[in-house]
């Protein structure tokens, strides 16, 4: 992880907080007060993970955590006064917060910085897949709708038109993407 945002009112916490980022190696650590702050930041920037000290002068920090963990893929740990663990927890827990009871320990957190660590790595994976998957999708539109049109025009079968844009794929050493998106300049304008 290279960056991590801390919401926390207090000093003392931040200043807590970020020395233990900093011997977590993580880079690039910014620090803010409020939820106000943490929304506006947040629309112009992704961080990694994501640290709320609950509560917060504006809001306790639940809704917070739950907004980021919705609209990005940062990990988020909510620090909460231990009385508050077991309520707030089973509020933010289906979202993927990880919550903490509070007073922690250096040695605690460092632990809980792993996990978030490791379910940050995860879900990048997943994404960078999903984002491979999506583009294998658009390739095999692009190719069927140039198939569709190479039937349409040149009343071959479905098997032929797969075969030629296969050989032209070849031939002109392409992929079969941008053999279809050529066939769709040229027979769509």
């Known amino acids: 992880m290279d960056s991590a945002l801390i919401i926390s009112f207090s000093k003392k916490s931040i200043e807590y907080l970020t020395e233990i980022l900093e011997e977590a190696s993580v880079t690039n650590i910014t620090a803010i007060s409020t939820a106000c702050e943490a929304r506006c930041i947040l629309k112009e920037k992704e961080y990694d993970l994501c640290i709320i000290n609950a509560p917060l002068p ?99 079968t479905e098997p032929e038109a797969h075969r030629y844009i296969e050989k032209q794929a070849m031939d002109m050493r392409q992929t079969r993407r941008k053999v279809a998106e050529e066939i769709l300049r040229i027979y769509e304008n």
């Open 58 to 156: 504006d809001e306790f920090g639940d809704c917070l955590a739950r907004e980021i963990t919705e609209k990005q893929t940062s990990e988020v740990i909510l620090i909460v006064k231990s009385e508050l663990f077991e309520e707030v927890s089973d509020r933010v827990e289906e979202f993927g917060v990880i919550t903490i009871a509070k007073p922690i320990g250096k040695h605690f957190f460092k632990n809980a910085l792993k996990l978030a660590f490791a379910i940050h790595k995860r879900i990048k994976a997943i994404k960078c897949e999903n984002g491979k998957l999506i583009q294998k999708i658009e390739d095999i539109r692009i190719v069927d709708r140039a198939k569709c049109i190479l039937i349409s025009h040149l009343s071959i």
